[in-house]
């Protein structure tokens, strides 16, 4: 038997598809950078900023559980200058950073992310408004490892999707590399002895340390320099140009000096440490 179907039965279902399709439309737009995003920022008055919330002193939750941080005060300032009142924090990992740019997911990433020749393949970035160096840590107790040769053959952890484990895996070539998701948990677990030393930041590490009474020392020198820039998803020349006028400006004026001295450390130069970086050999 054939079913007759009512009049009204059929435009419902003969517009069903379009229905489909409006529905979809809108999640698919959300995962679209596509578009001026500095404009549709300017005119909404926000912008979503990504960072870890949990890689001091660069980005963390302070005791009410904001985003505190130098990355984070930069990016507020930053903010204002490319004309943006207000910034929504969006918590990501470093494994995660690239994609949410693709996807839409945040405007931009600003938590110590260096701009890598791989990375600049998927991403654009900023002028570098920070820098830092890498360094060896090891339980305090410690006195066999002392410097890079000695990592051979140990259990050697660092931060997933960062800098830190891609140099390691491409250097340490005889040592066990192990990848963490949170950049607290290598800590705990060298402190914990899981793993035997921490490929880190000097200034992330020692600050963490600090912050938690983790038994934990910096050794040797200094691994590698990496300057830090702000990361943007490709094709959005309006933003990328506005961020280097703001970062130039900030660099130029010492807001970067002041923001550097108060997060990471009175006597810390930080323009003059990236004009340094920038002129060493790659």
């Known amino acids: ?9 059929r435009l419902a279902l003969a517009c ?16 679209s950078p596509a578009g001026d995003l500095l404009a549709k920022a300017r005119a909404a008055g926000v912008i979503r900023i990504a960072n870890t919330q949990s890689s001091a002193p660069w980005s963390m939750l302070d005791d009410k559980n ?6 984070v005060e930069v ?12 910034v929504v924090f969006v918590a990501d990992s470093y494994k995660n950073f690239i994609e949410g ?15 890598t020749r791989e990375r600049g393949k998927q991403v654009d970035f900023s002028a570098p408004y920070g820098v830092e160096d890498f360094r060896i840590f090891v339980r305090s107790e410690n006195t066999t490892i002392r410097g890079r040769p000695d ?16 140099w390691a895996r491409a250097n340490l070539l005889q040592s066990d590399v192990r990848g963490y998701d949170n950049g607290g948990f290598v800590y705990n677990d060298l402190a914990n002895r899981r793993i035997d030393a921490v490929i880190s930041s000097h200034f992330a590490g020692m ?3 600090k912050v938690h009474k983790l038994p934990v020392k910096e050794v040797g020198e200094p691994l590698i320099y990496q300057l830090s820039a702000a990361a943007i998803a490709k094709g959005q020349p309006a933003l990328q140009a506005a961020l280097n006028q703001g970062v130039a400006a900030m660099l130029a004026d ?17 323009r003059a440490t990236i004009l340094k970086a920038q002129q060493q050999p790659e």
Do not use: H
Request: glycine share 8%; with cysteine.
């Open 254 to 270: 010492g807001t970067i000096d002041r923001i550097a001295k108060k997060w990471i450390g009175p006597e810390y130069e930080m």
């Open 151 to 166: 990592l051979a053959g140990k259990r050697v952890g660092a931060t997933s999707g960062t800098t830190n484990e891609s």
């Open 1 to 9: 038997m054939t079913a007759v179907l009512s009049p009204s039965r």
């Open 16 to 31: 069903l598809p379009a229905l489909l399709c409006a529905l979809a439309a809108p999640a698919a737009l959300a995962q």
């Open 101 to 115: 740019l693709r996807v839409g997911k945040y405007e931009i990433v600003m938590n110590d992310l260096t701009p």
């Open 66 to 71: 904001q985003p505190a941080g130098y990355d």
């Open 207 to 209: 600050k963490f340390a």
């Open 75 to 86: 990016a507020l300032e930053l903010a204002k200058r490319i004309g943006v009142a207000k």
